[in-house]
């Protein structure tokens, strides 16, 4: 009998058809240390990585597990069912859970025989082995591997009459000499260590979505890469159109609604709180995408708030919480900082990166004068709605930032959306210029940042970008980054929940990798900010589908009409 070759116990999550392939087994080179040996066993069981660890959590336990390990042929559960005859003659047949495939042949008749417990659908081996202090396994499977590293007592079987007991030193050691691994976005050899961060990535990822039972809210051109993010491999939670619909299918099952923060259903938060159903609001992340959301560009970030969202400070937000309890810590924080420097070398902005050349024709005409610009947004959006405070809309914010630095030289910059002619928020030169002195629509704003002297805004995230780029940022609304000790606030902020004094790499820790979630626009797995950010250069990544080339011209006849 010939087995196919055995999968390494660190392998990609089927997130979708076509994961690459992250572990080769090539023939052992180096030897491994006891250091790194000991590093990752811990690693392995503290994270609860490696073997198929996306699989439905346990139902069930005993403190001896027999399974079936690698094949599953009707030879090899014959052999089983003789192992699990030989033990329940010297354990008790309550202590026992048999592990393997299929309802029946002869080691289930043997299992209801005796009443043993048995598992023949695939679950998550980690929540398996958390009660167990024995595993007996035919041949070699994952199971008994994982938990060796453990230390647990592992006795593998050739046959029913020949077994021998598997050291996790041996596992370990196998998986760093015996494989040669690859990151999955990349296709360039790395470390164990880097697969083993990324498979703790993917697995907080997967419980966390796992506690989702349904999606509203979610509009038909972004529910594809919405299901990625919300993968619980294979599938993912269902699409549903009506608040009711989706209440009735998550109430009895203890899940969350996730929605479209901005397209909820008419009557989702009623229904929902009657029903005590959690709902989690969607919304793009700070770095998303080269290319608007509004032109119909998928999100490469999102965030899912649990208590509320981050730009609307009538209520706490996850964002907020985040930045007013978390531990920053100097591992955290010098991550921060490298990708601070990331950001701003490469132009990074929300839409895109930098193209290098913005309109410099006002230096000359601002000479002696603070220069200060002024970064318009869409009005009818929410952040200007929930966070304006008192103003409603890029003219009184001009108004006001003129009312307080009568001698400045201002720029005012309209938001690219509104500037495409996707959403509302125009204002006619003649206007603008009653109070700012220059209108700025070239080039890119990150660049001009850099030439400013200061950054004046409603709750805009130029401000969170001029941050970044150390300039000073004066608020008029309520923005996330405001009342924390690096900008100036004129709006009203809710002191009493943002009563912190954070540095500019925990802000950044905080908005741009605690809070959102990332995903590979080009293999479409779960992913950290720093290769979102690689693949703004690869245009592979962003090309425009016809939806977003008529949503274009849809735009530019929209301006164009508007003006």
């Given at each position: 009998m010939t087995l196919a070759p055995r999968p390494c116990l660190l392998r990609m999550p089927p997130f979708h058809r076509a994961v690459p392939v992250i572990a080769v087994p090539v023939s052992p080179i180096t030897p491994a240390t006891t250091a790194e040996i000991d590093e990752l066993r811990r690693r392995i069981v503290t994270d609860r990585t490696g073997g198929s660890f996306w699989a439905a959590p346990a139902v069930c336990a005993r403190p001896v597990l027999v399974c079936a390990g690698a094949g599953y042929d009707r030879a090899r559960m014959r052999i089983l069912a003789r192992l699990l005859k030989r033990l329940?003659?010297?354990?008790?047949?309550?202590?026992?859970?048999?592990?393997?495939?299929?309802?029946?042949?002869?080691?289930?008749?043997?299992?209801?025989?005796?009443?043993?417990?048995?598992?023949?659908?695939?679950?998550?081996?980690?929540?398996?082995?958390?009660?167990?202090?024995?595993?007996h396994e035919l041949g070699q499977g994952e199971i008994g591997d994982l938990a060796a590293?453990?230390?647990?007592?592992?006795?593998?079987?050739?046959?029913?009459?020949?077994?021998?007991?598997?050291?996790?030193?041996?596992?370990?050691?196998?998986?760093?000499?015996?494989?040669?691994?690859?990151?999955?976005?990349?296709?360039?050899?790395?470390?164990?260590?880097?697969?083993?961060?990324?498979?703790?990535?993917?697995?907080?990822?997967?419980?966390?979505?796992?506690?989702?039972?349904?999606?509203?809210?979610?509009?038909?051109?972004?529910?594809?890469?919405?299901?990625?993010?919300?993968?619980?491999p294979p599938t993912h939670p269902p699409f549903l159109r009506r608040a009711g619909d989706a209440v009735r299918r998550c109430a009895p099952h203890g899940k969350a609604i996730v929605t479209w923060a901005t397209r909820m259903p008419p009557g989702l938060m009623t229904e929902a709180r009657k029903a005590r159903v959690p709902i989690w609001r969607v919304e793009d992340g700070f770095i998303r995408s080269v290319g608007l959301g509004s032109g119909l560009q998928v999100p490469a970030s999102i965030f899912v708030d649990q208590r509320g969202i981050y730009y609307d400070p009538s209520e706490p937000s996850d964002l907020e919480y985040i930045l007013a309890t978390a531990s920053f810590d100097a591992e955290l924080k010098a991550r921060a900082s490298a990708l601070i420097d990331h950001v701003v070398r490469k132009g990074i902005s929300k839409y895109g990166r930098s193209d290098r050349y913005h309109d410099q024709i006002w230096h000359e005409r601002a000479k002696g004068r603070r220069a200060l610009l002024v970064p318009g947004q869409v009005s009818d959006d929410l952040s200007v709605k929930k966070g304006g405070g008192g103003i409603r809309g890029n003219l009184e914010l001009l108004q006001a930032v003129r009312q307080h630095n009568p001698d400045a030289f201002i720029i005012y910059r309209p938001h690219p959306d509104v500037t495409a002619g996707h959403r509302a928020g125009h204002l006619s030169d003649d206007v603008i210029l009653t109070y700012a002195d220059q209108v700025s629509t070239g080039g890119s704003i990150t660049d001009m940042m850099v030439d400013v002297d200061e950054i004046h805004t409603l709750t805009s995230l130029a401000g969170f970008e001029g941050l970044m780029r150390q300039r000073r940022v004066v608020t008029y609304g309520c923005p996330f980054y405001a009342g924390w000790g690096l900008t100036t606030d004129m709006g009203k902020i809710p002191v009493e929940r943002r009563d912190r004094v954070l540095m500019l790499e925990e802000l950044v820790a905080g908005a741009l990798i605690l809070y959102p979630r990332y995903i590979d626009p080009l293999t479409h797995i779960p992913c950290e900010v720093e290769t979102v950010i690689d693949r703004f250069e690869d245009m592979r990544a962003w090309q425009p589908t016809m939806l977003m080339r008529i949503r274009a011209v849809q735009g530019r006849m929209k301006a164009i009409l508007s003006r």
């Open positions: 329940v003659a010297i354990r008790p047949a309550i202590d026992l859970l048999l592990v393997a495939p299929g309802a029946y042949g002869a080691a289930a008749r043997v299992a209801r025989h005796y009443g043993i417990a048995h598992l023949h659908e695939p679950v998550d081996p980690h929540d398996l082995l958390d009660d167990v202090q024995e595993v590293l453990r230390g647990l007592t592992v006795m593998r079987y050739a046959n029913p009459d020949r077994s021998n007991r598997v050291e996790g030193q041996t596992v370990a050691r196998r998986l760093i000499e015996d494989w040669r691994y690859y990151d999955p976005y990349t296709g360039q050899r790395t470390t164990i260590g880097r697969i083993l961060m990324l498979q703790a990535l993917w697995r907080r990822t997967i419980e966390a979505n796992r506690q989702i039972g349904a999606c509203v809210g979610m509009s038909l051109w972004k529910r594809e890469r919405i299901a990625a993010f919300f993968s619980v």
